[in-house]
Structures are given as C-alpha cells and as structure tokens.
C-alpha cells in the first residue's frame, strides 16, 4: 500500500459519541484521516459530549489514524460541505443525514449491520424452538439469535419442542427480519 491515497472520513457528533466507531476503526475497518466536530464547540454538560470527548481520545491512540477536530462540523450543512470539499465519505448513526448528502459517499451503522446479517435463503435447513402460538390457525413462533422472528407453519402444536424446518422466505420489517418456514419432516399418522 506504497503508493495508496489517504481516505478521508467525516463523522458526525452523535456517531463520534457511539463508542462503535472506536471499535471499526481500533479493528481496521475505517483508516486515514478523521475529521470530527469539536466537542468543545457544542454544550459541555452534554452526556453525549462527554462520550464524544473520550472516544476522541481514544480514536488518538489508534495508529494508521489521523484525527482534526473542526467546531465547524456541529453545523449539519458545514458537515455536509466538508463531506464535498475533502471528498470524504460520511460515517453516521444517522438514515436522514446519510440521505441528505444526496449522492455523496455515506456510510450509515445500518448499511454495515446488513452486511454482517444473516441471510436465509429458500431452502434452508434451521433447527428451532417453537416459543408460542402464531396469529393464524397452526403457526409456531421461533426466534433466532439477534432477534430474528420465525413464522412456523403447522407448528402451533409443538410450543415447547425443537423442529427442524425449511426457510419458505423472509420479509424485511422496520423492526427486523421474519423468517417464513415449514417443518422440515411431517409426522404420519
């Protein structure tokens, strides 16, 4: 990476004071320069400054990282001109401000969370615990590590039993994913 060109990052202050972005960049995920706004510059009683301030020192500490602090950044539109003027990618918590750079480089937490989710295709083998009944007649309703809501058909019998069941489908919702499935063996009477 001799001959490699600095990235530059511009991050907001609710992500700066999320102590995740620390994590991305102390693992290597995000490297080069950092222009953050001043904590300085906004209300000091503010937990959420505090944070900002710690997480800025421990970004400091971090090699292959360069921090520049700009009081300037705690304005939404200068964040936004940085972003353009430096040709920096944004990293925020933030869908609205991620949208409000209208086709520049944006980063949302959401949008790295969605790479590392599971995905269940069609066809898939799970094994479940069926928790409770379903709404419709016959549903079983199994959960999956990080909350993932599965809708077992004919499966409102076996509350309290492992099932091995095939992905039908999913469906992507505002408060997660629901996994569709069917038992994978049916029992002949």
Known sequence: MLFRKTRTFVVDLDTVADARIVRLVELGFVSGRLL??????TDSGDHRVCRAREAIERLRRVSGVTVKLDPALADRDKLIAAVK???????????ELKAACEGLPAIAYADIYNLFKPSYLPGTNLRVRIAKRGKEKDEG?????????????????????DLEVVVVGTLDTEVGQVVFARPRFTEVR
């Open 36 to 41: 953050l706004p001043d904590p300085k510059a």
């Open 85 to 95: 003027r430096h040709r920096a990618t944004l990293i925020t918590l933030s869908s």
């Open 141 to 161: 309703i199994a959960h999956l590590e990080g909350g993932i809501k599965v809708v077992v058909e004919n499966a409102a019998a076996a509350v309290g039993s």
